[in-house]
């Protein structure tokens, strides 16, 4: 059986990092769609759709593939913090993150042909209180940016981070464990068994 080509539908630096630990041959594609966050379902299955949107407009082009797409939320009070627009966006997500807690929901989405199989994992982070200054010098860092959220927990966010219940990796982007897992069913032949596209 010819082997398999293995595709990440994104071009997220952490992702892609985070996906070369599982030591197989991975391609990267950024997916060209619009991220539109479906208010009507839950938000387990909202950001799973996304992934899973990600993964269908990368397949159209390597249809052979087994083509993985994540999509990441953060949440807090109710309210999906996706990435900020500008300065002003992160000031007023990070005051709204100072000092609580949020959680963080990471959905992915494995595709192949007409079969495909999504799952999600997810976290609560416990904010320290930020002060205005701590804000206006990470702004300044340019690290909050096209973050979900504004803050990347391996990154210089990581200081204002009391502690983390829940998948560390699905802060991050990509819940390791549970695409390896997940993987190593696919190349068993299991993966996709009963799931077929709608």
Not at 151 to 166: D, M, P, S, V
Request: glycine fraction near 8%; hydrophobic fraction near 40%.
């Amino acid at each position: 059986m010819a082997q398999t080509s293995y595709v990440l539908a994104s071009s997220s630096p952490r992702r892609k990092a985070l996906i070369e630990t599982l030591n197989r041959d991975f391609s990267y594609v950024s997916p060209e769609i619009d991220e539109e966050f479906d208010n009507e379902k839950s938000l387990e299955d909202a950001v799973v759709n996304i992934a899973k949107d990600k993964a269908l407009a990368v397949q159209e082009k390597h249809p052979g593939s087994l083509v993985i797409g994540a999509d990441t939320i953060v949440v807090e009070s109710g309210i999906v913090l996706g990435k900020p627009q500008n300065e002003d966006d992160v000031h007023r997500m990070l005051k709204q993150l100072s000092g609580k807690k949020h959680r963080v929901i990471t959905g992915v989405a494995m595709v192949q042909g007409k079969q495909s199989n999504t799952f999600w994992s997810d976290a609560e982070v416990f904010f320290n209180p930020l002060s205005e200054a701590e804000i206006a010098e990470y702004i300044a860092s340019g690290e909050p940016f096209n973050k979900a959220g504004a803050y990347a927990i391996q990154g210089l966010g990581a200081k204002f981070i009391n502690r983390i219940n829940g998948d560390y990796y699905a802060v991050m982007g990509l819940p390791v464990s549970k695409v390896y897992q997940h993987l190593k069913s696919y190349e068993n032949g299991t993966l996709f068994s009963g799931c077929i596209l709608r």
